[in-house]
Every structure is written in C-alpha cells, then in structure tokens.
C-alpha cells in the first residue's frame, strides 16, 4: 500500500500517555492490560511514526513520588525521548483522581483544595515546560456537580478564573514560554461539568485578565456527548484564532464517554473535520485522546494508535481529492454564489447603505423557487469517501 498513509513526524500526531497506557478499566471491570511504562510508550509510538507524546504530571511522576524520585523518573523520560525524537508538545495536570478532588479542584468548595490545586498546577507546569511543553491544557473533570444546591454558582466560575488568572501571571513570572487551551466536556466523571462546552469556553477566556494567553482545545467526544455539531464548535474556534490545540477521537452521540479510534463511527464528521484544518493550513499538534477497545490486548493498543494516525491521513488525501474534483468544485462555485456589490452593501453599516438597502426589492419568492442542490453535493461526498470517484 501506498506510503502516503505512512505517518511521519512532520505530521505532527500525538498521543496523551494516558491513551496508549489505558488498561482497559472501566466503572464494571477491572483491568485488563498491564500497565506500561511511558518510556515504552514513547518507544512504540516513535516506531510507528508520531511525533511525541503529551501528558498529565501523574502519568510520569506519582502523586506521592518525593523530590529525588521524581528528578530520576523525569531523567529516564528525558533520555528516552531524546533517544527516539519524540517530543512533548503539550502537558497538563491531573486534578482529578486523587480524592482530595472529589468535590472540584479550582471550583471545590473547600478553600484548601483549591490552592492546593493550584499548587500542584504550578509544579506540573514546572514538569511541562522541563519536558519542552509549549501548551498546557485545562480540562476540568471534576469541576462540576451533582448538587448544584451546594454551591454559590457564580462563585465557581470567580474562582475558576482566579485561578486560571493566577497560574497566567506563575507562567509569565518564571519567564516560560507558554499558552493555555480549556477543553470542555459536558459530563463524565462529574453529573455536570460547568462551561460544559467549546462556546462556553471561548466566552470564559474573554473574561480573564490575558485573553491572548489563553485558547481552547476542542474534543471531538465531548460535543459530540452534548448532541452537538463538533465542526461548529472547531470552526468558531479556529476563525477566533483561539485553536491552540485539539482533542481528536470518536465517539456514538448519547453514549458514555467512548473515546473511539479517530474516525470509527462519524466518518464523514471526521473528513469535514481533517479537511477544515488541512484547508486553513492549521499549525498545532493533531493530538488523539481515545484509546483502544477493552477488548484489546497490547498488539490491539498498537493497532489502534496506528490506525487513527492512517484515517487521519486517508481522509486528508480525501480532502485533496475533494478539493481537486471538478464536478465537486463546479457544484460549490454555484452553490456558494457571489455578488460583490451586495456584499459590500451589507458589510461596514452607513446611512446611505441602509437607505439603498431599503430600496431593493429582492424578489423573494423567485429565490425561494430555487432548490440548493446539496443533495447531489453530499452525493458527491460520500462517494468521495466511499472510494468510487
Ligand atoms: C477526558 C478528557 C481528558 C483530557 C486530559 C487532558 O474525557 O477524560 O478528554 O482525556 O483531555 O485530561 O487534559
Ligand atoms: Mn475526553
Ligand atoms: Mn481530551
């Protein structure tokens, strides 16, 4: 087959730690792969063509890891990354399994958790950017509710923006070179999750005190829990320049949490998805955050990684292919009509411009006549995917 679909570094594919090194547990059952050491990882994911590998402070260091473990442990890493060129371009903290944050980390009602979170996020910056991380990802599993009778609900929003405030100024104190990106999600572990979504998020980053320093990191999984559209939310992010990183996997709508090879279920989602950033040139990390099947053993885990790297890459050809199509391109340039005059007349507001719009007698009913041709066009499409074209 063909080595277009081989991966390379320079197609930037990362995979968290955490994906790769799931064992397979789950609320039902235990689990049931053994657990893998990061270097391994790192070793395995090189070999079949990644360009690195991201990660929680706790997936490398443990929790209760004391100074000197922890400088050893990182040590090791490094050494193995340098080994195999892989890099670590994002990192973040886990402020979710430990009990403590059984109730939220930033938005926990308890004073002590919160500042406690906000110091172990400080030494998982630490870790992150030692590991050359250049963006640091927020996702908040734990800040949410089941009561919401328990708490001051603007509070938890204050307090989430204290501390992502708070950890902005720590960063540019220590003379890091670092962004932040908020992933949302709906639900999972908590009942509700606040700023459950992508819009939700771009709103919230308008509010901090360095709006620049700070963008998202959208999970296809976790709109597409939410019963929403994910492209939408990855389009409105990208025009805001606020797509600093992404979350890519798949997921059934309305399930639990599934984190599916990328591309398994909504296949044309997943194409839309790759073309819209393979058209605007988009320069980040493709990260996958999903993992393999729990009925996999090792060999299925590989299988896995190697597969979301190869959809990945399909698609993108696809993309070429839809781009390069006449009958597609000819369809979209009618279908997307132009007409200069009027666009200019209904952008930048005068009184003159209003009056002339006033004026225009757009006969309605004539363009209402005219269907969109869009099911010849998503005809069209599937075919392209389908591979008859
Ligand atoms: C999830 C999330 C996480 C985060 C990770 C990095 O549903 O569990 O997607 O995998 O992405 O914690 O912040
Ligand atoms: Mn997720
Ligand atoms: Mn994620």
């Not at 371009?89 to 009602?109: E, I, K, W, Y």
Request: glycine letters at 8%; charged letters at 25%.
């Amino acid at each position: 087959m063909s080595d277009l679909f081989q991966p390379k570094p320079s197609d930037r594919f990362t995979f968290g730690l955490w994906t790769v090194g799931n064992p397979g547990r789950d609320p039902f059952g235990d689990a049931v792969r053994p657990t893998v050491a990061p270097t391994y990882s790192v070793k395995k994911l090189s070999e079949l063509g990644a360009y690195g590998v991201n990660l929680h402070d706790n997936d490398l260091v443990p929790f209760d890891a004391t100074a000197s473990e922890r400088d050893q442990i990182v040590k090791e890493f490094k050494q193995a990354l340098e080994d195999c060129g892989m890099k670590v371009p994002m990192a973040t903290t886990n402020l979710f399994f430990h009990p403590v944050f059984r109730d939220g980390a930033f938005t926990s009602n308890n004073p002590k958790v919160r500042a406690f979170a906000v110091q172990k996020t400080m030494s998982a910056i630490d870790l992150g950017v030692e590991l050359g991380a250049e963006i640091y990802v927020f996702w908040g599993g734990r800040e949410g509710a089941e009561v919401d009778a328990s708490k001051n609900g603007p509070d938890t929003i204050k307090w989430f923006r204290d501390s992502i405030n708070f950890l902005c100024d720590y960063v540019k104190d220590q003379g890091y070179d670092l962004k932040f990106a908020l992933e949302a999600k709906p639900n999972e572990p908590r009942g509700d999750i606040y700023m459950p979504t992508t819009g939700h998020m771009l709103h919230f980053i308008e509010t901090l005190d360095d709006p620049p320093m700070v963008g998202v990191n959208p999970e296809f999984a976790h709109e597409t829990m939410a019963g929403l559209n994910f492209l939408h939310g990855v389009i409105q992010a990208l025009e805001a320049g606020k797509l600093f990183h992404i979350d890519l996997n798949d997921q059934k709508m309305g399930r639990f949490d599934q984190d599916l090879r990328f591309g398994s279920e909504n296949i044309k989602a997943a194409f839309l998805l790759v073309k819209l950033l393979e058209d605007a040139n988009w320069g980040g990390m493709k990260h996958f955050d999903a993992h393999a099947y729990r009925t996999e053993d090792e060999e299925g885990v590989w299988d896995f990684a190697a597969g979301c790297m190869r959809t990945y890459l399909i698609l993108k050809e696809k993309a070429k292919q839809f781009n390069e199509d006449a009958e597609i391109q000819g369809l979209l340039a009618e279908i997307q009509s132009k007409d200069a005059e009027l666009e200019a007349l209904i952008s930048g507001y005068s009184a003159d411009k209003a009056s002339q719009l006033r004026g225009r007698d757009f006969a309605p009913d004539q363009i209402a006549a005219k269907g969109h041709a869009y099911e010849k066009l998503d005809q069209l499409t599937v075919e392209v995917l389908l591979g008859v074209r």
